[in-house]
């Protein structure tokens, strides 16, 4: 994800089959791209795939491998389905949405217990959800866990899936050989980096009318605008958070016991969405695009754009990675 929050993808694979050693080789040629040897993803989201999970913990043992919720929920939904009468089934899916966004692990136990008082007449289903997924994997999806790390709202796999329809759209169909898929693979990269290249211009040039008080003032021209967003609506929890860290909820809390979002300087903002003020083209250099992305991925900008010399489509562009 980019400071501006669009997806892009980095690499694509043919698989023979989705066993664990597989997913290894996949995961260690993604390795291999980063630019720092001892670099691994902060959170890597997937699937309640075991073989691919056994696999992330083989090549990025340092990584948290989050559970995706919307698939989690339609399993559950599912399965209430089976086993729940229908006059029930909807306050058993609100209250299992309770247990999932408990904010910390005490209001977790009192949701699950609320639970499994409303499901005592269905003991099948509360022992799916207990023995599936809560039991095993409430670290990967329960709020009470997830948010002591920084997944930037990333809590589905619903980005991998918009991408890959796309991919799909493109390819056309399934018949084609190995010169098409590459083809359709390029094309999507360079519309990608073309929609990035653009987010990153209006990011840089455009005001919002929410952000142009003089609290922002060190943040402009700095930091994304998604960033800003995120900070305004952090600045408006202060009214009923306070100094409350339990209501909080913030991963910086809780890893650094701070409050540091609620500082409106570049040292509480997370790197991913920093941008230099600095750029050579003050010192009358001019950069291509390319040059300006290399070294900070096509993720992450850390410098101001300016107009480019060419259509962000043109031929000529490559992607870097």
Not at 10 to 22: I, L
Not at 135 to 157: E, K, Q, S
Not at 255 to 265: E, I, Q, S, T, V
């Amino acid at each position: 994800m980019t400071s501006t929050e669009l997806t892009f993808a980095v690499a694509f694979a043919y698989m023979e089959s989705e066993q664990t050693e597989n997913f290894c080789w996949i995961l260690e040629k993604l390795k291999e791209l980063f630019v720092k040897k001892d670099l691994c993803p902060q959170v890597i989201l997937t699937d309640r795939d075991l073989a691919l999970m056994k696999a992330i913990e083989i090549v990025f043992p340092r990584s948290i491998n989050l559970l995706c919720r919307f698939h989690i929920n339609k399993n559950i939904c599912a399965k209430c389905k089976q086993h729940v009468v229908n006059d029930l089934q909807k306050t058993i899916d609100t209250l299992w949405m309770e247990v999932v966004w408990a904010s910390d692990e005490v209001e977790y136990g009192q949701r699950l217990h609320q639970l499994e008082q409303a499901c005592v007449d269905y003991s099948g289903f509360i022992n799916y959800v207990k023995g599936t997924w809560l039991t095993p994997h409430r670290h990967r999806f329960v709020g009470a866990w997830i948010n002591r790390v920084l997944h930037l709202g990333n809590t589905t796999t619903n980005r991998v899936e918009s991408a890959h329809w796309k991919l799909k759209q493109m390819l056309g169909n399934s018949i084609g050989d190995m010169v098409k898929c590459w083809e359709a693979m390029n094309n999507n990269l360079r519309l990608q980096l073309g929609n990035i290249r653009a987010s990153f211009q209006k990011s840089f040039y455009e005001v919002e009318h929410a952000r142009i008080s003089p609290f922002y003032g060190y943040l402009r021209g700095s930091v994304s605008r998604a960033a800003l967003r995120r900070i305004v609506e952090e600045l408006l929890r202060v009214d009923y958070v306070g100094t409350n860290r339990q209501i909080c909820g913030c991963c910086r809390n809780a890893k650094n016991n701070r409050r540091g979002k609620y500082r409106a300087a570049t040292d509480a903002i997370h790197p991913m969405t920093k941008r230099e003020r600095r750029t050579n083209l003050r010192k009358g250099k001019e950069r291509s695009y390319d040059q300006r992305l290399q070294g900070t991925g096509v993720g992450y900008t850390r410098r101001r754009i300016s107009t480019p010399s060419r259509p962000p489509y043109s031929t000529g562009s490559t992607l870097k990675r």
